[in-house]
């Protein structure tokens, strides 16, 4: 009676041991990056974010034309300023330099904003793509592979290709 105890408890363990084998994770991994550059929608999103950061450029050059103006002219005249018209004019440039700081500052994040507005809905799709091939061929994880830097990775867990075709990208 024993001896059929313990046998059982093996084949058992054998059986727990076989599913385990079973749900190992398939990892596969996607230059998620690149499909989002290859989307037909990034070429008007990124010429949106160029118009809209080209205002602000334009802003920023004229501040700096008015600033490289007011220096010269500083400098062209600071022998012959008196002391309370050279702090002026000191603060005067100090105070343009920091308003330039600041909008190049505020235009950055501006840019950065307007970037991720345009770029979500595509990020979505090709996210929404890679889930559902994934999902299609049996992987539990994708990696970014624009992140991550892969020392091995065999050919057959890319999945870019079958996510061009799930996007109908070339």
Request: hydrophobic share 40%.
């Amino acid at each position: 009676m024993k001896r059929v105890f313990k046998v059982a408890i093996v084949a058992v363990c054998m059986l727990i041991v076989g599913n385990f084998a079973k749900a190992q994770s398939k990892i596969g991994y996607v230059n998620f990056d690149e499909l989002v550059r290859l989307m037909p929608e990034f070429k008007t999103a990124q010429t949106a974010v160029d118009a809209y950061q080209k205002q602000f450029i334009d802003q920023l050059t004229v501040m700096n034309t008015e600033y490289q103006a007011k220096g010269k002219d500083y400098q062209a005249n600071q022998a012959t300023m008196t002391d309370a018209v050279r702090t002026a004019k000191q603060t005067e440039l100090a105070d343009i330099q920091k308003r330039m700081q600041d909008y190049q500052t505020t235009a950055q994040q501006s840019v950065e904003a307007k970037t991720n507005e345009l770029l979500k809905p595509i990020t979505d799709k090709v996210k929404e793509a890679v889930t559902a091939v994934a999902k299609e061929k049996g992987y539990n994880y994708v990696y970014n592979s624009a992140q991550t830097q892969f020392i091995v990775a065999p050919e057959t867990d890319d999945i870019e290709a079958a996510v061009k075709v799930k996007l109908a990208l070339k």
